[in-house]
């Protein structure tokens, strides 16, 4: 059997004063002539018949329900799921708010219905997160709304957004190589050159490529090679096999993310040669490969879980300017950038 709610007027009979006094008691109100003895009388029904304000009564009255929604599109489902979304509750959860967490799948129909749903539940605001960084168009329904922008960004929509400063890692990538003392035969598996010219790609890609690019200009040194693939392991085995089979011998790999290491890792292999003594390889995102390889992995981490908790404290922090919050991506060095293992894994920053 479902145990009945205790309401303020249970309180009120408890305490023995009017409910009227006991709503002001326990809303903290000042303004009203009740004795302290009276106060602790209704504090203490309170605690013995284990009262909890109806916050969906007060919802309606105040138009603040202390909840906020996070839609995304397939974040939810991600391995990387966990640590954005333990940041979003723990900001949540220190400003005294409860967090909804639904997924769209992207299909713009149940996206809708989402956000139509949590509308009519009032929510306090939306973070509107996407799996990978890019450009998004804010629902239609959610112009009205308090709404931080996670992972994403809309250049038509004037909110702010919250995105891992991937510019940066590329830059700190490069740094890397080049503070191992490679100056040649710096080749990046999984980029594109920057020109006028380069269409609109995945937005990690081109931040880091254009990172590694400012670094390595402003060293004097000029990249041997760029090979465009996409981010899986048969890509970075198969440029780096293509490489090595047209007599290139490469000193360094700058490769776009740790799927592109593993499959370099094995054409290297394969070659006979060996991270790092003969060549150097600097990877990004710092999932679990990166420690699982062998030699571990330098890789530029994606902050996970500054990304949920940012997003969460600027959406509570009220009303925001449409700027950009970049989140700093810390750098893990580790044995494949130099032939000592420099930080066992520590987050390190080469401060570039």
Known sequence: MTRRRVTMTDVARRAGVSTTTASFVLAGRQ??????????????????????????????????TRTIALISDTIATTQFAGEVIHGALDAAGAADHVLFIAETEGDPDIERRLVEGMLDRQVDGFVYATMYSREVRLPAALRDSRVVLLNCYAKDARVPSVLPDEFNAGRDAA???????????????GGRHITADTPDGVWAGRERMRGVEEVMAQAGVRLAGVAECDWQPEDGHREVR?????????????CLNDRVSLGAYQ???????????????????????????????????????SLGRTAVEVLLDGPADPVVHRIAMPVRLRASHTATEVLSGEAAHTGV
Do not use: K
């Open 31 to 64: 303004d009203m002539r009740i004795s302290a003895e009276a106060e602790e009388r209704v504090r203490l029904a309170a605690r013995e018949l284990g009262y909890r304000p109806n916050l969906t009564a007060r919802g309606l009255r105040t138009s603040v």
């Open 175 to 189: 740094a890397a190589v080049l503070t191992a003392g490679h100056a040649e035969g710096v080749h990046v598996i």
């Open 242 to 254: 293509r490489l090595l089979a047209g007599g290139t011998a490469p000193r360094a790999l700058i």
């Open 267 to 305: 054409a290297l292999q394969e070659a006979e040669l060996r991270v790092p003594d003969d060549v150097c390889v600097v990877s990004f995102d710092d999932s679990d490969l990166a420690t699982w390889l062998r030699p571990r992995l330098t890789s530029v981490a994606l902050p996970h879980y």
